[in-house]
């Protein structure tokens, strides 16, 4: 299937495009291929582009400088990560890293801008999603600031869900990806032994469960109502 294609299928910052504008913006999108441990960009790096994850799993990092690492996201099939480039070109803020190996279709900042040039509809569109993303970004920092570790949790898991979550026996959703508690913790930003604690009593609780290896949230509702400020 061509990247354009492919793009379409994919993803979500298309949805809500009239069928010819969706189709010439992913008419920009060329494939690059991310071999599994590849850093992608570093923060710092120049900010030249969005990228769409067509196939793989990718983990949004900060590193201090003594090299200790804060897991803020994992990205999987559909997610859209770099759209701040397209409007102000600054410098990345923060690392990419392919947890396996990636296929994705990156759109150049230059080609977006000639095309939105013309239609201006389309920065209207892309504003909505860069709004979105920051609400959810405000989101999370509130959570750090006001929810206990369990809540953190919670949202951590639900944010796993929406990027790897595969609909299982009607309300259950499998997150199709073997996330460490290690992992887990990072994005929480609590210990992993505290976290270990949480997820044992989510388990206990048959809020999660866990299929060959992978977490399995059998209550949405609780873990939302958890993640809630």
């Known amino acids: 299937m061509p990247v354009d ?4 299928d994919a993803s979500f910052s298309l949805e809500g495009l009239s069928g010819t504008l969706a189709a010439r913006l992913a008419a920009l999108a060329r494939v690059v291929s991310v071999p599994q441990g590849k850093v992608l960009f570093s923060a710092g790096d120049p900010g030249d582009g969005l990228y769409t994850v067509l196939d793989g799993s990718l983990k949004v990092i900060l590193l201090s400088a003594d090299g200790d ?3 803020l996201a994992v990205l999987g099939s559909g997610s859209v990560f770099g759209e701040l480039a397209l ?3 600054r ?5 990419v890293v392919a947890l396996k190996d990636s296929t994705l279709a990156f759109m150049e900042r230059v080609a977006f801008d000639r095309l939105a040039s013309e ?9 909505r999603i860069v709004g979105s993303r920051l609400r959810h970004a405000n989101d999370v920092l509130a959570a750090r ?3 206990p570790l ?3 949790v919670a949202q951590a898991l639900l944010q796993l869900a929406d990027s790897f979550g595969r609909a299982i026996d009607g309300d259950r959703t499998l997150i199709h990806y073997k996330v460490s508690q290690a992992e ?3 994005m929480a930003g609590g210990a992993r032994e505290n976290v270990s604690r949480i997820l044992n009593d989510f388990r206990r609780t048959g809020v999660i469960s866990r299929i060959s290896g992978y977490y399995c949230i059998e209550k949405r509702a609780t873990l939302a109502s958890a993640a809630s400020l």
Not at 5 to 8: A, K, P, S, V
Not at 91 to 95: E, G, L, Y
Not at 120 to 125: G, K, T
Request: glycine residues 6%; proline residues 9%; aromatic residues 12%.
């Open 119 to 127: 239609t201006p509809e389309i920065y209207r569109h892309m504003l």
């Open 69 to 71: 690492e804060q897991l």
């Open 5 to 8: 294609e492919r793009f379409l």
């Open 87 to 89: 409007f102000d070109g």
């Open 150 to 152: 369990p809540g953190r």
């Open 184 to 186: 887990i913790a990072s």
């Open 91 to 95: 410098p990345r803020s923060a690392t």
């Open 145 to 147: 600031s006001f929810l």
